[in-house]
């Protein structure tokens, strides 16, 4: 029996990316979850699957060196107190300070994974650049003790590798995501008349503002159209406020459905998902959209690009019209809904099931349940 740390920034993604590989992860072993904060929701429902919850404070967002100092030593305090044999991490400061604290506490293994990059690895404006330089010092010590470090798509590996972060092949393990439960996405009927559909955090790197004006020109040329909107506003810089999207819903071009726990209501009502992000690990609610058997329009950008083969459009980020000029044309060839909609599933059954997901990062911890 081992006992596993698993480190993350937000307690919800406990229940929403990581509960099939915690289930998995707990036969014949005793594993703890760690993240700032979580609602009581999320600890009983880490309890029904016997994972234990432990809190550490942790600010998700930017970079202060004294909170950031409190996180690190937080953490080196969890470690000494559990005593895992094993140290899992995923998000930005889990990863940096999650593994720097396990190595000094002298865990055995130190594991991480890479979901993304974040947005300031996007944006190219001063305070960006600045903390990108921090982040990738602080990835290359955190990184360098890893056992194995898991990599989401091939673009994060190559950008690690060129800004001399992290480069060893032999260290390195692909996998397709986070997964998706294909039982609990099961296929839907489409709606009779043609509407789109994006979930996601407000902020600017999802491509919300592009989304919101290809739908307002959609609902010009197409009334009877709908577009469904999902997610929910965050406290951070490069957030959207409420003000914004008001202005799209009192002119009728939005439906905003609210923050949903369950988010497949919203995926019965659409034909095709939207996520015109500017860069992701692998998009969740896209993989989650195509078990649920719908076409998918997103970015030909790294993270997004993965998920469309033939299931699907890839449109420019950072371009509305391009947007709305594929939401067209699944309005006016209609055959293109149901045939990449049979697709998606195809592929997040073959590609994308959380089982196989959840395989190779048991099979990589040398953990029991796919020995």
Known sequence: MARILVIGSHPDSFVNFRYDMLRTMVNNNQVFACAPD??????????????????????????????DLKTLLSLYKICKEIKPDKVISYTAKPVMYGSIAAEFAGVPEVYSMITGVGSFFIHNDLKSLVIRKIMSLLYKMSLSGNKK?????????????????????????????????????????????????????????????????????????????????????????????????????????????????????????????????????TPKSVLEAMA????????????????????????????????????????????????????SRAIAEDKFAVEKVNKVIINTMGLEEYA
């Open 38 to 67: 979580a609602p009581k929701s999320v600890i009983e429902a880490l309890n029904e699957i016997n994972v234990q919850y432990v809190n550490v404070n942790m600010a998700r967002t930017g970079l202060n060196p004294i909170v």
């Open 292 to 343: 649920c058997g719908r076409a998918i329009i997103t970015t030909d950008v790294p993270g997004c690009r993965e998920t469309v083969e033939d299931n699907g459009l890839l449109v420019p980020a950072r371009n509305a019209n391009e947007l709305m000029l594929a939401m067209e044309k699944f309005i006016l060839q209609p055959h293109l809904v149901v045939e990449m909609g049979r697709r």
């Open 149 to 281: 470090v898991f990599f989401q798509n091939s673009d994060d590996v190559a950008d690690f590798a060129k800004n001399k972060i992290f480069r060893d092949p032999s260290r390195t393990v692909f996998i397709n995501g986070s997964g998706v439960n294909v039982q609990h996405f099961h296929p839907q009927p489409l709606p009779k008349s043609p509407s789109f559909l994006m979930i996601a955090r407000f902020i600017k790197a999802k491509g919300l503002l592009e989304y919101l004006d290809a739908a307002r020109a959609i609902k010009n040329k197409y009334p009877q159209v709908r577009c469904l909107l999902v997610g929910w506003f965050e406290d951070k810089e490069e957030a959207l406020g409420p003000e914004i999207l008001q202005q799209y819903i009192d002119e009728k071009c939005i439906e905003y459905l609210g923050k949903l726990d369950d988010v497949r209501p919203a995926l019965a009502k659409s034909s095709v998902y939207v996520l015109p992000s500017y860069r992701e690990g």
